[in-house]
């Protein structure tokens, strides 16, 4: 099963954790200091590093060169939360490298010579890590990487030198939300090396309820420390949500109960829904679900509509270009079959 649709370690809460550990070439300027031939040089060094003469490792990734890819097949990759937004735009020398299950990927030349990313259904931050760790020995073992025996590995932006790690879960935090205490957890997790941000990452917004939780610091912290406490902060967030959901439904049990069942309705009758409002309601249903109040749907249904209901997803499951309006009827359509 690809791992976006799977349910991880504590499911109900965290949707998916994923380490991406940064690496440069010191035979290259930074991506953003590159021409056309040096990005295309880097690419291919990169990725003869990681194939070698390996034919399980060729059956096991494919290798893509994102600017023969198509806007929609690229930007269905970042909807996914497979590439970044940065390399889903294209550029010279941007190239993808993806295990079949989606699960790891490589991207190259995009804000780092290589950004390996290893992503696991649930909180499962150590085997996330693990994976990305395997890849990154590979390519140390293969490449002359930039490292700094003082700062550790030198990176593009300043806030990545050291490890190069940023690991991070998606969180559905419905409770929090409804019960107005979100502002204030993530002033706390500011003031105490932690970032909060949208479904997109950086610079996005939340949709349904659902926020990405990163380390900020990687200068003099080892890996394993990082890991250990973000995984620490995310336990104690994943208790404080189940409890304040908990409370919500004693207290307001009618209205919260009102609001899932009205969600599931509009779900599986509408015949036109945009992206930013199936994501609200589905976040509804993902509620519903965690406190028993719906059957016949589980969150692997939500998962694997999450991964497909943006613009780009609803055209590469089409085969086609659509108007919006097109997009908002199949969209509708794609919901009502899956509920």
Known sequence: ????????PDSDVIISSRVRLARNLTTYPFPHKMDANQAKQAGEEIESAFFGDNQLMRKQYLALDLDSLSDEDRMSLAEKHLISDQLAKGGSGHRLIISRDEALSI??????????????????????YQSAAEISLIMENKLA????????????????TGTGMRASVMAHLPGMSMAG????????????????RGYFGEGSKSQG??????????????????????????????????????????????????????????????????????????????????????HGV?????NRLYAHLGPAGIQKMNGRPMSAEERDVSRAEMIRQTL
């Open 1 to 8: 099963m690809t791992w976006y649709i799977d349910q991880g």
């Open 107 to 128: 991207m190259i030349n995009e804000e780092d010579h290589i950004r390996i990313q290893s992503m696991s259904a649930g909180l499962a931050l150590e085997n996330a």
């Open 145 to 160: 990487l930039a490292y700094s025996d003082k700062y550790g590995f030198l990176t593009a932006c300043p806030t990545n």
């Open 181 to 196: 205490g979100l502002k204030n957890i993530v002033e706390s997790l500011s003031k105490l090396g932690f970032a909060v």
């Open 209 to 294: 309820h659902l926020y990405q939780i990163s380390n900020q610091l990687t200068l003099g912290f080892s890996e394993e420390d990082l890991i250990s406490d973000l995984k620490r902060i995310v336990q104690q967030l994943t208790e404080q949500e189940r409890q304040l959901r908990r409370e919500l439904y004693k207290h307001r049990g009618l209205a919260i109960e009102d609001k899932i069942m009205r969600s599931y309705g509009v779900l599986k009758h509408s015949r036109v829904i945009s992206a930013e409002e199936a994501m609200s309601l589905l976040s509804d249903i993902r509620l519903g679900i965690a406190l028993g109040l719906i």
């Open 298 to 302: 589980n969150a692997s249904d939500i």
